[in-house]
């Protein structure tokens, strides 16, 4: 939308990178789904696709299908050091559910099929430049925080959260609201300062506890959270400064 002096532009950038403009038309109720290798996947709820604006067709390591034409799913062009990736159509959104009010019936039902396909073309467009990942349970939520001397890393445990399509929402939590978790959590980080201490953090325990890490050769520190300090919500703090 603006230029490098922060000036509006006349156009849209879009076509300088890439090359084209998408069509504002989409192409409406698309199901199939088709891999470099030919395999099908059906999607449970139909997408919208917004073609490419001139006929030249780029490869993709997924295609969605139009009159039995594959369509790219995924657009790479490279840029400055890395690369853009472009995706001409809505399929994430598929996988989440939109606000229900209680005593509203639950409609949404997810695409476990399409989320896998996603979780892994998104480990192989990220690949070495993933700055970290967890073994937690899918439904802890972790997400990575910056400060100037630490890295935190918040942890939410939702696996109580199991209503089905078809069920009326109430206000109230499961009986059962946060599950305990059946193993320890252990993630690798590569922070860009030396770790001296690492700790845990709660509204469901005082204080803090020291937990313990190996720092490899090449600077990557693993960490391990055990099971019982994540009953609803833990922060793991790694801290430049010595305790």
């Known amino acids: 939308m603006f230029d490098a002096e922060g000036e509006p532009r006349k156009t849209w950038a879009f076509a300088d990178v890439f090359g084209f403009s998408p069509k504002i038309t989409p192409l409406k109720q698309l199901t199939a789904l088709e891999d470099a290798s030919g395999t099908r996947l059906t999607l449970q709820k139909p997408v919208n696709y917004f073609p490419l604006q001139g006929r030249f067709r780029p490869e993709s390591a997924l295609y969605i299908i139009f009159n039995q034409q594959r369509l790219p799913c995924w657009i790479e ?84 959260v199991s209503i089905r399509k078809g069920e009326v929402m109430t206000d109230r939590a499961p009986e059962v609201a946060y599950p305990a978790l059946a193993q320890d959590i252990s993630f690798p980080l590569k922070p860009d300062f030396p770790v001296r201490q690492v700790y845990a953090v709660s509204p469901d325990f005082a204080g803090r506890k020291e937990l313990s890490f190996a720092v490899t050769p090449g600077g990557e520190c693993q960490v391990a959270l055990p099971k019982a300090m994540l009953n609803v919500y833990t922060i793991v703090i790694l801290d430049r400064r010595a305790p």
């Open 77 to 160: 062009q490279p840029y400055g050091k890395g690369k853009m990736i472009y995706q001409p159509l809505e399929l994430a959104g598929a996988l989440y559910a939109p606000e229900v009010s209680p005593g509203k019936k639950w409609q949404f039902e997810r695409d476990d099929a399409l989320a896998e396909l996603l979780h892994r073309e998104l480990r192989r467009m990220l690949g070495g430049a993933a700055l970290w990942q967890t073994d937690a349970p899918e439904k802890v939520y972790a997400t990575l925080y910056r400060e100037p001397d630490r890295l935190l890393v918040h942890f939410l445990n939702a696996t109580g």
